[in-house]
Nanobody, 126 residues
């Protein structure tokens, strides 16, 4: 089992910045990458970014490229999401997630991730 705990959400004005953290504990060696998803009430959970623990390979949703940066601190088993130039449409509950095994081409699909944090609210005011 892997436990994930997010922190760092809050209220910010458009154009501002926030940094989210996701601390992993338990059998973290069983997951080769970590990802951030976000969800607006009534909509499906949406992929935001992912990073592999070893090489640090990253992927981003087109909607956040150039504004968000995902990083990791292997010593702390923690993944970060630096969010800059925030827009009202970034408002959502943000979740970190980890898969139990290889994802292949399904890296952007929430249903293939096995471990989830409790979520942290990010609200961007206009």
């Amino acid at each position: 089992q892997v436990q994930l705990v997010e922190s760092g959400g809050g209220l910010v004005q458009a154009g501002g910045s926030l940094r989210l953290s996701c601390a992993a504990s338990g059998r973290t060696s069983s997951s080769y990458l970590m990802a951030w998803f976000r969800q607006v009430s009534g909509k499906e959970r949406e992929f935001v970014a992912s990073i592999t623990w070893t090489v640090g390979s990253t992927r981003y949703a087109d909607s956040v490229k150039g504004r968000f940066t995902i990083s990791r601190d292997n010593a702390k088993n923690t993944v970060y999401l630096q969010m800059n130039s925030l827009k009202p449409e970034d408002t959502a509950v943000y979740y970190c997630a980890a898969p139990r095994g290889p994802l292949g081409s399904r890296w952007y699909q929430a249903s293939w991730y096995d471990y989830w944090g409790q979520g942290t609210q990010v609200t961007v005011s206009a």
